[in-house]
């Protein structure tokens, strides 16, 4: 045990376990940070900021929306595309949910999905069968369904029927978990598992990581873009389903910038815009810790700390966006080199 | 390599395989000689769209022909335009800038500060410069951040411009506390003449048709006949061979987001002249949608390579046009913008075809 061998190969070890803490604290940097962000705010702010209420519905369940967004956005950029569309494929949704309220919580549920799927397949399909831009697409998209949803809704909010059972939807508890909450977790399991354990999965990795070799390697390379998007759609159109539950209308004016939102989470979580790679938990993680950050403003503005105007809220969105994808840029820099 | 060899001197002398969609060669050919018949078609396609639409409305449309229905729909096209050509050279560089909208808020919201009171710099005229000068200074500095974004910081442009879009607009909200601001309650005399710039006629042309079409002549010729142009094109066409032949890549995307920012400046002036008030939540909303929409519609591709600045004008009219006709027969909302929607997937659509 002692020989000379033994100091340099412990000291060789060490300067490698260094190197991987390094790159493990800029890689996690999200987690870290929503950790960091959850102790400060515990000690702070005291049983208020964990209260079973704050959590779960104050604000797990108000987020589920980007969650839910988030994830199918996750998807999309991991095969390298975009989907603009998803905000106005949530409100054309929500109006499409609070109309069909009037028949039950089954029907106005499944009409808001399956809206939601059809734009998706149109996204898809242009993108997959006629080799168009996502870009360009979704953002036609974007303006096509918030037209519609102002067709449909004709231009004003359309009030849930409360006779029927849809405002359940927002209002039911498992436990102490909202329903959408639920359903979002268990969708977010289920994303895990298509992207880690199915070949779907790696299709999409394949397609975002070089989409020429994913063709000649033979993955269905359009049918996998078309499911894609269509699970983007789908994904926005529940998210629209739960907007319609919890705000009790389908307003045609909503949802502005929840595209935005949802790539700046799935970026600030640690997925590269390249495509290629990416997690579904990092993607959460960037979800929470955007959300976060708010709920920690108004604790601490709750506290008379400062007063910051609402105004600043996008100031600071923005920012700290920047200071995250800086920091990501530089580490993908090291990693090349 | 030389880089002043005369016209195509850029064309990469590396076997660098090329994507169908940047093939440089392929650009030369039709933009400058426009010898095949694909690129006449290019050429003229958007142009022939809006002829039908013009012949459309004249036949259809009451009063189409008259100075009125003309000045009104160059007015409201004006900043789309202006802001267009600015994201057709970012564009024409494979980049793309989300941040448009937000920086035409902050030059919305920095105007007024110099008209408050010419009086404390010196003469009211002072005041007038300043409450143009500055807010485009502003503007183009922060065009200057997003360019620092993609080339010193690496980031791709749609993040490194998000940034602003999200900010951006904070900004010009925290500024003013989210307040809407009215000329009228402003003590300054030259608030009528910064007025003149949205609601005055020079020869019965509004001031912003003339600047638009200013912009539009100078861009266009930019983009064709300077060295900076060529270098654009050939930054957006392959970044890397363009590097080879001794093509500046960075400056040149650092300077396609200043004048991003420059044109988006100008463009938030005119929308509180028109407005008579500046409102930090509304100003540019949705703009970069409707430039990004325009360039596409007018043939400029998002892959970047080509690009036509009169195609650019011509798509943000045909944009404009289309909606004018719906709302001219009472067509609702909803469904003038499924229609503009479904124009911008028909564009690219026959692009796709004409180019493949």
């Given at each position: 045990?002692?020989?000379?061998?033994?100091?340099?190969?412990?000291s060789?070890?060490?300067?490698?376990?260094?190197a991987?803490?390094?790159?493990?604290i800029?890689r996690?940097g999200?987690l870290?940070?929503?950790?960091?962000?959850?102790?400060?705010?515990?000690?702070?702010?005291?049983?208020?900021?964990?209260?079973?209420y704050?959590?779960?519905?104050?604000?797990?369940?108000?987020?589920?929306?980007?969650a839910?967004?988030?994830?199918?956005?996750?998807?999309?950029?991991m095969?390298?595309?975009?989907d603009?569309?998803?905000?106005?494929v949530?409100?054309?949704?929500?109006?499409m949910?609070?109309?069909?309220?009037a028949?039950?919580l089954?029907?106005?549920?499944?009409g808001?999905?399956?809206?939601?799927?059809?734009?998706?397949?149109?996204?898809g399909?242009?993108?997959?069968?006629?080799?168009?831009?996502p870009f360009?697409?979704?953002?036609a998209?974007?303006l096509g369904?918030?037209?519609?949803?102002?067709v449909?809704?004709?231009?004003?909010?359309?009030?849930?029927?409360?006779?029927?059972g849809?405002?359940?939807?927002g209002?039911?508890?498992?436990?102490?978990?909202?329903?959408?909450?639920a359903?979002?977790?268990?969708?977010?399991?289920?994303?895990?598992?298509?992207?880690?354990?199915?070949?779907f999965?790696r299709?999409?990795l394949a397609?975002?990581g070089n989409e020429?070799?994913?063709?000649?390697?033979?993955?269905?390379?359009g049918?996998?873009l078309?499911?894609?998007?269509?699970m983007?759609?789908?994904?926005?159109?529940?998210?629209?389903?739960?907007?319609?539950?919890?705000?009790f209308s389908?307003?045609?004016?909503?949802?502005?910038?929840?595209?935005?939102?949802?790539?700046a989470?799935?970026?600030?979580?640690?997925?590269?815009?390249?495509?290629?790679?990416?997690?579904?938990?990092?993607?959460?993680?960037?979800?929470?810790?955007?959300?976060?950050?708010?709920?920690?403003l108004?604790f601490e503005?709750g506290m008379?700390?400062?007063?910051?105007?609402?105004?600043?809220?996008?100031v600071?969105?923005?920012?700290?966006?920047?200071i995250?994808?800086v920091?990501?840029?530089?580490l993908a820099?090291r990693?090349?080199? | 390599?030389?880089?002043?060899?005369?016209?195509?001197?850029?064309?990469?002398?590396?076997?660098?395989?090329?994507?169908?969609?940047s093939?440089?060669d392929?650009t030369?050919?039709?933009v400058?000689?426009?010898?095949?018949?694909?690129g006449l078609?290019?050429?003229?396609?958007?142009?022939?769209?809006?002829?039908?639409l013009?012949?459309?409305?004249?036949?259809?449309?009451?009063?189409?022909?008259?100075?009125?229905t003309?000045?009104?729909?160059?007015?409201?096209?004006?900043?789309?335009v202006?802001?267009?050509v600015?994201?057709?050279?970012?564009?024409?560089?494979?980049?793309?800038?989300?941040s448009?909208?937000?920086?035409?808020?902050?030059?919305?919201?920095?105007?007024p500060m110099?008209?408050?009171?010419?009086?404390?710099?010196?003469?009211p005229?002072?005041?007038?410069?300043?409450?143009?000068?500055?807010?485009?200074?502003?503007?183009?500095?922060?065009?200057?951040?997003?360019?620092?974004l993609?080339?010193?910081?690496?980031l791709?442009?749609?993040?490194?411009?998000?940034?602003?879009?999200?900010?951006?607009?904070?900004f010009?909200q925290v500024i003013?506390?989210?307040e809407?601001?009215e000329?009228r309650?402003?003590?300054s005399?030259?608030?009528?003449?910064?007025?003149?710039i949205?609601?005055?006629?020079?020869?019965?042309?509004r001031?912003?048709?003339i600047?638009m079409?200013?912009?539009?002549?100078?861009?266009?010729?930019?983009?064709?006949?300077?060295?900076?142009?060529?270098y654009v094109?050939?930054?957006?066409?392959?970044?890397?061979a363009?590097?080879?032949?001794?093509?500046?890549?960075?400056q040149?995307?650092?300077?396609?987001?200043?004048?991003?920012?420059?044109?988006?400046g100008?463009?938030?002036?005119?929308?509180?002249?028109?407005?008579?008030?500046?409102?930090?939540?509304?100003?540019g909303?949705l703009?970069?949608?409707?430039?990004?929409?325009?360039?596409?519609?007018?043939?400029?591709?998002?892959?970047?390579?080509?690009a036509?600045i009169?195609?650019?004008?011509?798509?943000?009219?045909?944009?404009q046009l289309l909606?004018f006709?719906?709302?001219a027969h009472?067509i609702?909302?909803?469904i003038?913008?499924?229609?503009?929607?479904?124009?911008?997937v028909?564009?690219v659509?026959?692009q796709?075809?004409?180019t493949?």
């Amino acid at each position: 045990m002692v020989s000379a061998a033994v100091p340099d190969a412990y000291s060789e070890s060490e300067t490698t376990a260094r190197a991987r803490v390094v790159s493990a604290i800029q890689r996690q940097g999200a987690l870290i940070a929503l950790i960091a962000l959850i102790v400060f705010g515990v000690v702070r702010y005291g049983e208020n900021y964990y209260s079973v209420y704050n959590i779960f519905d104050a604000f797990l369940n108000n987020n589920s929306y980007y969650a839910l967004i988030a994830l199918g956005m996750t998807f999309v950029i991991m095969t390298g595309g975009i989907d603009l569309s998803v905000g106005s494929v949530a409100v054309l949704a929500a109006v499409m949910a609070a109309r069909l309220s009037a028949y039950g919580l089954a029907p106005a549920l499944l009409g808001a999905v399956l809206i939601g799927l059809t734009a998706g397949l149109i996204n898809g399909g242009l993108i997959a069968r006629f080799a168009l831009q996502p870009f360009v697409v979704t953002l036609a998209m974007l303006l096509g369904a918030r037209g519609g949803a102002l067709v449909l809704s004709e231009n004003a909010p359309v009030m849930v029927d409360f006779a029927k059972g849809f405002p359940q939807l927002g209002m039911l508890h498992l436990g102490p978990v909202p329903l959408p909450l639920a359903i979002t977790a268990v969708l977010y399991v289920i994303g895990v598992i298509l992207l880690n354990q199915t070949r779907f999965g790696r299709h999409v990795l394949a397609i975002g990581g070089n989409e020429e070799a994913a063709r000649l390697a033979g993955i269905p390379v359009g049918r996998t873009l078309i499911a894609v998007y269509a699970m983007s759609g789908a994904l926005a159109g529940l998210a629209g389903a739960f907007l319609a539950a919890l705000s009790f209308s389908g307003s045609p004016t909503g949802a502005v910038g929840w595209e935005l939102s949802a790539i700046a989470a799935v970026v600030v979580g640690g997925t590269l815009l390249t495509g290629g790679v990416g997690s579904v938990g990092s993607t959460l993680i960037g979800v929470l810790l955007l959300g976060l950050i708010f709920v920690t403003l108004n604790f601490e503005r709750g506290m008379g700390t400062f007063q910051l105007s609402s105004f600043w809220e996008n100031v600071i969105r923005g920012v700290f966006l920047l200071i995250v994808v800086v920091f990501q840029s530089r580490l993908a820099r090291r990693l090349e080199t | 390599m030389g880089t002043e060899s005369g016209a195509g001197s850029w064309k990469p002398e590396v076997s660098e395989p090329l994507t169908p969609q940047s093939d440089p060669d392929a650009t030369r050919r039709s933009v400058a000689a426009g010898a095949d018949i694909a690129g006449l078609v290019r050429r003229y396609g958007s142009f022939g769209a809006l002829v039908l639409l013009v012949v459309y409305n004249v036949v259809f449309t009451p009063n189409f022909l008259s100075l009125g229905t003309l000045n009104a729909n160059l007015t409201q096209v004006a900043t789309i335009v202006i802001v267009a050509v600015g994201m057709t050279f970012v564009i024409a560089t494979g980049g793309v800038d989300l941040s448009v909208g937000s920086l035409m808020a902050i030059a919305a919201v920095l105007a007024p500060m110099f008209l408050v009171d010419g009086e404390q710099f010196g003469a009211p005229a002072i005041g007038l410069m300043l409450a143009i000068i500055a807010p485009i200074l502003a503007t183009t500095l922060f065009g200057a951040f997003n360019g620092a974004l993609v080339t010193i910081g690496g980031l791709q442009p749609i993040i490194a411009t998000l940034v602003l879009f999200l900010a951006g607009r904070g900004f010009a909200q925290v500024i003013v506390n989210g307040e809407l601001q009215e000329f009228r309650n402003f003590g300054s005399p030259m608030v009528p003449n910064f007025l003149f710039i949205g609601l005055g006629e020079i020869a019965g042309i509004r001031p912003q048709v003339i600047v638009m079409v200013v912009i539009v002549l100078i861009a266009a010729w930019v983009l064709r006949a300077t060295t900076f142009g060529r270098y654009v094109l050939a930054t957006g066409g392959n970044a890397s061979a363009a590097r080879l032949a001794g093509v500046p890549v960075n400056q040149v995307k650092f300077a396609v987001y200043c004048i991003s920012g420059f044109l988006a400046g100008i463009a938030g002036l005119i929308v509180i002249a028109i407005n008579r008030s500046s409102d930090p939540s509304s100003v540019g909303e949705l703009m970069e949608l409707n430039a990004i929409a325009a360039v596409v519609v007018g043939g400029t591709p998002l892959t970047g390579g080509q690009a036509t600045i009169l195609g650019t004008f011509i798509g943000a009219l045909i944009i404009q046009l289309l909606r004018f006709s719906l709302i001219a027969h009472n067509i609702p909302d909803g469904i003038t913008r499924i229609v503009i929607a479904g124009a911008i997937v028909a564009a690219v659509l026959a692009q796709r075809q004409r180019t493949s």
